[in-house]
């Protein structure tokens, strides 16, 4: 809903007894116009204790949204100035005869319209209601002016108790807010408005008090001070300025305006002979509400389904809900709360408060941490294969060496042949050097690809993918060769184990003590290699240091962190290794690690049963993977911990995070959450954050519950009824009617059970006793 300029107080006769039958019209709609910026406006002229019936005839002719309107004069006390009032007239139409009307009565109350002097004839405000009866009226006294504020008609000798029962009755029920030039200087105004309880529902317009349309919007006196404009967020009529003064935020005061977003739901339609749905939706909160069975949930859940092109769960098919059509301009898909949603993912052991999605972006997620704890488990992942790796080949190579005799028991005196195979066969040393397995060279193709993409699509240096080529070429020579030479060592060995068995039934004894030292020598070699390896892979992960720290941020009062235990250090993973060690074959310190601690023969074969060095080395990394778990945590407003609280104020806290969460725009639809929630919650917390974040996004809230829509002070109402089993849903603003049935009176009716039950409430709760003091 875009603002609308509204200027109520603004006179065309400056001697109201002789009015200005040739008011110029014209001229003050340019001078509006200009002010209002070519937006919607409202207008008033209220001359002084009479209405200019030529002006308004006029006025109405060339323009929409005209208030009958004019200024009295009222007496508070004798002897006392009068106060100024404004009197704005709910009337049908504004016409010839209805200004006669009013005019009869306002002659008799002010035979004379230019009050000078004596004021013991001037009307009191118990007179001018009665004489006012028949009309539908607003009064609203001048709060800020230079002169005839409603504070300045009460004596100040403090003998007059002026907020006395009978006389706060009067105001409650009569004053419904009260005008001025600009936003300041309103302080004894509003503190007697505080001592009548009246001051939160009686809000400020501000009004040029303009006399001549030329000059607009100057005031007639020079020290009248600066005119600050009103905005009012209602439709521009009688019924949008009386809802709007009892809600400080449908008026904005400024010079200049700014219009409404438009990236809102707008509309939705669907009509035949289940159903019939013509609604229009609004920026700011729109209500839903209907009897029982009147489609309630089946409008929100239908829209919600159709934007984001899902009907396949729908409740609601029989209705013909996916020919619904929605009139969506910004594509967006909105965030939904389903009536019983939270009530059930609280009652849940299988889901977290996470699984709300706009709740899982609110809470600070450090990508930081989760990338390093990933790359941690990488490394982890390479060290622990390395690690046992070794362990596996230098228990093998142990039980080869303890096969071969001592080594004085290998010397011999007899000649021996050497087997000429020996010459080609590179030694492990240098294999090390060149070999480039299948999975090695993919892996480093990947890393080549993603640091190629990456700089590709850095701005700030340049392009290296010319180089990148290069080092791939050069990958894939060294993969080729590295393949083909790894298939010649094998021919190589198959011909050298051939030889050597010729070479071993030439001389027996001569040929195995040789072999003997060769395989001796080689597996020295190899264990060395083996032990290096395992003292690097155990140095590295002897210098593991990872660890999270938990951030917070508050959102509407209550604080959100993410925990994760995740923890890998040298520490963590003694603790692990042990876990599937035997109890007896426990390692005391990290330092005490070594490959015999760790052989196959160590494991636990019980529970935890550990079948061989793969599964060892599988379990202790699984380890590491269980403690990577991220724990939601919220800390209410309070200072309680969620899950120490009440299903009822748990709803109430996730709906507070939910309608706080500000960097995500997209509509929210709520079904009934009123149906989980405390009542005291729904009169303070709730409606004071639908308040506030109603002015950035569009909320569609399904409600039972009076409070919300009238306390929440709606933009928009969606009226559901089943008329016959025939589902109707129609829309109007909260100050609007469908069917010649104001929409207040279907909230009443609806949601709070009727006027008659109101007014039987307001009685017992004898409110004539609430009196507040400065």
């Given at each position: ?25 014209d ?52 002897n ?43 009307p ?88 001549d ?8 006196t ?22 709007s ?72 098919k ?5 020919e ?55 490394q ?86 010319v ?7 050069k ?95 040298k ?31 160590n ?21 590491f ?117 104001t929409m ?31």
């Open positions: 809903m875009n603002p609308i300029y509204i200027d109520l107080h603004i006179h065309t006769s400056e001697n109201p007894n002789e009015p200005n039958n040739n008011y110029d019209v001229t003050l709609l340019l001078k509006v116009k200009k002010i209002s910026q070519n937006a919607p406006f409202m207008l008033s002229l209220t001359d002084h204790n009479m209405i200019n019936k030529d002006a308004y005839l006029n006025l109405i002719s060339k323009t929409n949204h005209v208030l009958l309107g004019a200024e009295l004069h009222i007496r508070n006390y004798p006392e100035s009068p106060y100024h009032c404004h009197i704005f007239f709910n009337v049908n139409s504004i016409d010839e005869e209805v200004i006669s009307n009013v005019n009869k009565i306002l002659d008799i109350l002010y035979p004379e319209k230019l009050i000078t002097g004596d004021t013991s004839k001037i009191t405000i118990e007179e001018v209601v009665k004489s006012l009866d028949s009309f539908d009226f607003i009064l609203l006294p001048h709060g800020g002016q230079s002169h005839k504020t409603f504070d300045k008609s009460i004596p100040r000798n403090g003998e007059v108790k002026f907020d006395s029962t009978l006389e706060r009755s009067i105001y409650y029920n009569q004053f419904d807010g009260f005008t001025a030039r600009s936003n300041i200087g309103l302080e004894e105004t509003q503190k007697y408005f505080k001592r009548l309880g009246i001051n939160e529902f009686v809000n400020l317009i501000t009004c040029s008090d303009n006399y349309p030329k000059k607009y919007p100057n005031a007639k020079k020290d009248a001070g600066p005119f600050l404009p009103t905005w009012m967020y209602a439709t521009p009529t009688f019924d949008g300025l009386r809802l003064l009892s809600e400080a935020s449908r008026f904005v005061y400024c010079d200049i305006i700014s219009k409404d977003w438009a990236e809102y739901i707008c509309n939705a339609n669907l009509d035949n002979d289940k159903i019939s749905i013509n609604a229009s939706l609004t920026p700011g909160l729109n209500v839903v509400i209907g009897g029982s069975s009147s489609g309630k949930t089946l409008f929100v859940d239908s829209i919600y389904r159709k934007i984001s092109g899902d009907f396949s769960e729908s409740n609601y029989y209705f013909h809900v996916d619904l059509s929605v009139i969506n301009p910004s594509g967006i898909i909105p965030h939904y709360i389903n009536q019983n949603f939270i009530i059930n993912l609280l009652s849940s052991d299988d889901k977290d408060v996470n699984d709300i999605e706009i709740i899982q972006k609110v809470f600070p997620i450090d990508h930081a941490i989760d990338e390093k704890i990933n790359q941690g488990l990488v982890l992942k390479t060290d622990l294969s390395e690690l046992i790796k070794s362990v596996k080949q230098i228990n093998i190579l142990e039980g080869n060496l303890i096969r071969i005799p001592v080594f004085t028991r290998l010397i011999t005196k007899q000649k021996t042949k050497e087997n000429m195979y020996n010459q080609f066969i590179p030694s492990d040393e240098s294999i090390e050097t060149y070999y480039l397995s299948e999975s090695q060279y993919t892996q480093y193709i990947k890393v080549l690809d993603t640091i190629d993409s990456f700089i590709s699509k850095n701005p700030f240096v340049n392009n290296v993918t180089a990148i080529n290069e080092i791939k070429e990958l894939e020579s060294a993969f080729l060769i590295s393949n083909f030479e790894f298939n010649i060592k094998g021919v190589l060995e198959k011909y050298k184990d051939n030889l050597d068995e010729e070479l071993f039934t030439l001389n027996h004894e001569a040929q195995s003590k040789k072999q003997n030292k060769e395989n001796l020598l080689k597996y020295f070699a190899q264990y060395i290699t083996c032990l290096s390896n395992f003292n690097k892979a155990l140095s590295r992960i002897s210098e593991y240091d990872i660890s999270c720290e938990t951030n917070k941020i508050e959102v509407s009062g209550h604080q959100l962190s993410i925990q994760n235990s995740f923890v890998l250090n520490e963590g993973i003694l603790r692990a290794f042990n876990k599937y060690l035997k109890s007896s074959n426990s390692i005391s310190v990290f330092e005490d690690i070594t490959p015999q601690s760790l052989f196959e023969s494991f636990s074969k019980k529970q935890p049963k550990v079948d061989d060095y793969d599964d060892f080395q599988r379990k202790v990394y699984t380890e993977e269980k403690i990577n778990k991220k724990d939601y945590k919220i800390q209410t407003s309070e200072g309680k911990q969620f899950n120490d609280i009440s299903p009822g104020w748990k709803s109430a806290v996730l709906l507070d995070i939910i309608l706080g969460y500000r960097k995500d725009m997209a509509p929210l639809i709520i079904d009934q959450p009123e149906d989980n929630l405390a009542t005291n919650y729904i009169n303070t917390g709730f409606i004071k954050t639908i308040k506030k974040i109603k002015t950035e996004k569009q909320i569609i809230l399904v409600s039972h519950n009076a409070t919300i829509p009238m306390l929440g002070d709606a933009q928009n109402v969606v009226l559901c009824r089943n008329d016959n089993n025939k589902i109707i849903i129609r829309s109007s603003p909260l100050e609007g009617k469908i069917d010649e049935k207040v009176d279907y909230i009443a009716e609806i949601t709070d059970g009727g006027k008659s039950s109101i007014k039987k409430r307001v009685k017992k709760y004898n409110l004539k006793s609430f009196r507040e003091e400065l």
